[in-house]
């Protein structure tokens, strides 16, 4: 599931690959599904423009160029200190949605 609601669901595979959704019974969604659900819960998955892995612009060539995990999250995590150390910890804030 995409979304913190928590709906339940089944995926329709045909020749290997998500054709569509079907709603399960479950405590959140009782047997329903929103347009997310029914539709955009597949797509993206078989996408030939799908991200699969982190991605670091290269800064002489503008260019994305492919990065480990630990890469990507130590440069974050650095922009985010230089961020606090230059304008305080009130300058950051979270927020988290599906």
């Known amino acids: 599931p995409h979304c913190a609601t928590g709906c339940q669901y089944y995926l329709l595979i045909k020749d290997g690959k ?19 659900g029914r539709s955009g819960s597949f797509d993206f998955v078989q996408s030939p423009e799908r991200i699969k892995y982190p991605l ?19 440069l974050v995590a650095s922009k985010f200190m230089e961020i606090k150390k230059k304008y305080g910890s009130d300058s950051l804030a979270g927020f988290a949605c599906s």
């Open 56 to 74: 670091i612009k290269n800064k002489e060539t503008g260019e994305f160029e492919r990065a480990t995990w630990d890469e990507a999250l130590d």
């Open 18 to 36: 998500i054709v569509d959704t079907e709603a399960a019974n479950g405590p959140s969604n009782k047997g329903l599904l929103c347009v997310k």
